[in-house]
């Protein structure tokens, strides 16, 4: 298992960027995919965007353009960031491993970081 801090959220304008943070507390290295999800007010979380351990990535239709993912082996960290926000992105937004089939790979969730976006 592994524990899973997210940070970097806030409140930005629409327009604005953020930059989200997930620190691992181990070696991420053997994970073969880590990803970003959202929770919107009254929504299911969704999976947002993926990154592999070859680097490549995946991004839900709504955020492509916008958002990249990226992750640093040496830190543990993976990362995501956020342009052009639109108010449509405010939600709290974890990180997780995914599996082969697009779902969550560890049990437990982080406390995730809340990310709002003003009109």
């Known amino acids: 298992q592994v524990q899973l801090v997210e940070s970097g959220g806030g409140l930005a304008q629409a327009g604005g960027s953020l930059r989200l943070s997930c620190a691992a507390s181990?070696?991420?290295?053997?994970?073969?995919?880590m990803g970003w999800y959202r929770q919107a007010p009254g929504k299911q979380r969704e999976l947002v965007a993926t990154?592999?351990?070859?680097?490549?990535?995946n991004y839900e239709d709504s955020v492509k353009g916008r958002f990249t993912i990226s992750r640093d082996y040496a830190k543990n960290t993976v990362y995501l960031q956020m342009n052009s926000l639109k108010p449509e992105d405010t939600g709290v937004y974890y990180c997780?491993?995914?599996?082969?089939?697009?779902?969550?790979?560890?049990?437990?969730w982080g406390q995730g970081t809340q990310v709002t976006v003003s009109s």
């Open positions: 997780n491993g995914v599996t082969t089939r697009g779902q969550a790979l560890f049990g437990s």
């Open positions: 181990r070696s991420i290295f053997s994970i073969n995919a």
């Open positions: 990154i592999s351990s070859i680097g490549s990535t």
